[in-house]
């Protein structure tokens, strides 16, 4: 099977290993835990609990809502939620029927409190799907089928009683099982596919796209573009209102410009984007990138590895202009199969990077993965794709977490 069709399963909780930096030693001391950040709930697995969350939304009347990748008593996945008391409760447990499996994409929010999201599989086609849930029940799917609509979806947003999203392989091009296409899905659930991505263009869109005013569309491809890495370095896109795409930017290998686009852009009121890259980079440990109104990029932060952050994940945008994020790996070390525990970071609007919170892997989890949330009172929510419980993934390290974590404080869970 094609690399990139079995990449489009992996989801975050798996992004991890695309950067394995090694194992390092083992720290000889660790300083008193922080109490800055709380473990709101640990996941506790199949075949009760989910597995490996993925993505967080803030909930209809509060509370927090997500997927995970794995989990349930068919252990192919979940919707949960979490109230303001720290109750989970899964919403739904997926099949591998109809209605899907392997979730790991943000929900969007639609009316009335209806959510949507995708799986990266299942369906009838066994190619995904995009599921609706209203009042904490799943109430409907649609299938992919393949080439040409699509296959295996990985990201959609709601806008004006449509939705919109990026499938990873269908499509036409130069790929095997296609290079991936942007499609609309409209309130009756008939499908449109408003671009097929070709390989120069882009190729495999691994997170959604984002919507402007006006209709245009914003996304990333992981692969396609520059021919530099094997299956090209990825590219950021816009897919104008009426369907001419423009290839916004190239990511280009060696260069100290990032690659591996695996996280979708976020836009502010002016126009300009912002992104992760997983690789590149001065390091080669990933970038936070800018690409203005005008279509300038600019790699704004190039991580380091530990104890900075490595493999950067999705970018919340704050009121002041500050971006914050979660790195899978970097930071502290004793995390050694994936190259250190994960990190949550700031970085100001003069590029400056704090490290906010260093995971420890043993009583708050470890590899975040995913969004965050920033609420009015300047706390962090976020997810990590392990700890703390014993025994639950598949490296021993526990089922995930979901957490909190006050800031602008610099607070680690252990002294780097």
């Known amino acids: ?9 992996r989801c975050g909780a798996v992004r991890k290993n695309l950067l394995l930096l090694g194992a390092m030693a083992l720290l000889s001391s660790l300083a008193a835990r ?13 075949p009760n609990d989910a597995e490996v969350p993925c993505a967080i939304t803030p909930g209809p009347g509060g509370g927090l809502l997500g997927t995970s990748l794995w989990g349930g008593p068919s252990n192919f996945g979940t919707v949960f939620k979490i109230d303001g008391e720290g109750k989970e409760t899964v919403v739904h447990s997926f099949t591998g029927g109809e209605d ?28 995904g799907a995009v599921f609706e849930i209203q009042h904490d029940q799943l109430i409907g799917a649609y299938d992919f089928v393949g080439l040409p609509a699509g296959a295996f979806p990985t990201g959609v947003t709601y806008s004006a009683g449509d939705l919109y999203g990026t499938a990873a392989n269908g499509g036409g091009g130069q790929c095997p099982f296609g290079c991936g296409t942007i499609f609309k899905l409209d309130r009756f659930g008939h499908e449109t596919v408003l671009h097929e991505f070709q390989g120069p263009d882009g190729a495999y869109p691994g997170s959604g796209v984002v919507r402007d005013r006006e209709g245009n569309l914003y996304g990333t491809t992981e692969g396609g573009g ?22 916004m930017h190239d990511f280009t290998y060696g260069t100290g410009d990032g690659w591996f686009v695996a996280t979708r852009v976020i836009r502010d009121s ?8 997983s690789g590149g980079g001065a390091y080669g440990f990933g970038t936070v990138y800018e690409i203005t109104n005008v279509g300038k990029e600019r790699v704004l932060y190039s991580f380091q590895g530990p104890p900075d952050g490595a493999t950067p994940e999705q970018l919340t945008l704050a009121p002041n202009g500050n971006l914050f994020g979660v790195t899978v790996s970097g930071g502290l070390t004793q995390c ?21 919170y260093r995971f420890g892997g043993v009583t708050d989890g470890a590899a975040p993965a995913g969004n965050v949330l920033l609420d009015s009172h300047g706390n962090l929510y976020g997810t990590t794709t392990e700890g703390i419980k014993d025994g639950c993934s598949a490296f021993s ?20």
């Open 336 to 356: 050694a199969h994936s190259g250190g525990c994960g990190t949550v970071f700031k970085l100001d609007t003069r590029g400056k990077e704090t490290v906010l």
């Open 100 to 127: 899907g499996q392997d979730p790991c994409a943000l929900l969007a929010s639609g009316p009335q409190g209806t959510l949507f999201g995708v799986t990266n599989s299942g369906g009838s086609g066994n190619e």
């Open 270 to 277: 002016e126009g300009n984007l912002y992104g992760t890259t």
């Open 397 to 416: 390290l526990g089922c995930g977490t979901v957490w909190k974590l006050e800031v602008p404080a610099v607070q680690t869970g252990a002294a780097p």
């Open 226 to 247: 520059d021919n530099s890495c094997p299956n090209g370095c990825g590219t950021v896109f816009e897919l104008d209102k009426s369907g001419n795409l423009i290839v």
């Open 34 to 46: 922080s109490q800055t950040l709380t473990t709101l709930y640990n996941f506790q697995g199949p």
């Open 1 to 9: 099977m094609n690399d990139q069709r079995a990449s489009s399963q």
